[in-house]
């Protein structure tokens, strides 16, 4: 297993645990450039996927998201390897369809603050299915709605990060808007099971195909729920809700119950004391 990284948001801490294991190794290099290993299989991960992080050189994060994939796609091709792409329920935009089935073509903004990720991630599936039609790559692209569990960056600025960091502390928890707004949110564990599946189906199959955990929570009901879950004397504060916020967001995950025989197996309430677990360790 060949670990490849430039830790731009990762940390070399979060894999320290696997080092001294005889089939790890680890590697930093930027995906924007070419990388000539030898592989069986890619799981193309890279890119920042929070708003601080992504908006910090939006340049950048088109670079990771086309170049990267320009670059793992032309791996894959030369070793002949199988490459799963990372892509994200933000193709879907600001949806007016709900829940999001994978037919469904979104609603994008192309020059908004967002549109560096989301058009990123919209090109980089382009490429992936153009070097399936015209060079018969082996594919795979799952589009991952909220993911999270312990590692994540502390301050990045994610939804389950801010609240739990925020409870932790002890300080008022934000909620941009009136917190009437809806997500789901899948623990790492149940994405990185779903992610192994898709890569094990035959070649025929190249997604793309949700993953996510379409149980539906206002941010309102998390701020409560982590808020109990850390015994927390946290208050709520409101702001004004960004740019292209979705409202809705919520896979249809028939298709990988379907073809995966998969479904989420850790609910929030479980996802979240892990991971509160994992930050208290961090305070
Ligand atoms: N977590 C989610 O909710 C979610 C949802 C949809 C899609 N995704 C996708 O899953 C992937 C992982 O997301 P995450 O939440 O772990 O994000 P993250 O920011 O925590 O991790 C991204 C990783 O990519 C590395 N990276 C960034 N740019 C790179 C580059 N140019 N070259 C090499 N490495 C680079 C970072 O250092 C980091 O280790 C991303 O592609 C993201 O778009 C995540």
């Known amino acids: 297993m060949l670990c490849v990284d430039n830790f731009f948001t990762g940390s070399k801490a979060n894999v320290a645990h696997l080092l001294k294991h005889p089939h790890f190794e ?9 990388l000539y290993v030898e592989v069986d299989e890619i799981y ?17 994060t088109t670079k990771t998201s086309v170049h990267g994939a320009i670059n793992m796609l032309g791996l894959a091709k030369r070793v002949k390897a199988k490459i799963l792409q990372a892509s994200t329920s933000e193709v879907y935009g600001d949806p007016e369809v709900h829940p999001q089935p994978e037919g469904y073509w979104g609603r994008v903004n192309t020059i908004g603050p967002r549109s560096c990720y989301d058009e990123g991630k919209r090109c980089a599936e382009t490429l992936f299915f153009d070097y399936w039609r015209q060079h018969r790559l082996r594919i795979k692209v799952v589009r991952i709605f909220n ?12 939804v389950v990060s801010n609240f739990v960091m925020q409870a932790l502390k002890g300080e008022d928890i934000t909620i941009y808007g009136d917190g009437s707004q809806t997500r789901s949110f899948c623990y790492v564990d149940d994405l990185i099971e779903a992610m192994i599946r898709m ?11 949700n993953i996510g955990n379409p149980q539906e929570f206002t941010i ?3 701020a409560e729920q982590v808020i109990r879950l850390t015994g927390s004397q946290s208050r709520l504060t409101f702001k004004p809700l960004p740019a292209d916020d979705p409202k809705q ?8 119950k379907e073809t995966l025989g998969w479904s989420p197996t850790i609910d929030l309430a479980e996802g979240l004391e892990r991971t509160i677990k994992y930050f208290r360790g961090k305070l």
Not at 199 to 209: Q, V
Not at 249 to 256: F, K, Q, T, Y
């Open 199 to 209: 890569m094990a189906t035959s070649d025929g199959f190249t997604g793309p195909i």
């Open 249 to 256: 967001r919520r896979p249809d995950i028939g298709l990988a």
């Open 26 to 34: 680890l590697m930093r290099h930027d995906v924007t450039f070419p």
């Open 147 to 158: 993911t999270y569990g312990p590692r994540m960056h502390p301050n990045d600025g994610r």
């Open 44 to 60: 193309n991960l890279a890119c920042p996927a929070s708003p601080i992080h992504y908006q910090f050189d939006p340049v950048q």
């Open 220 to 222: 309102r009901e998390l």
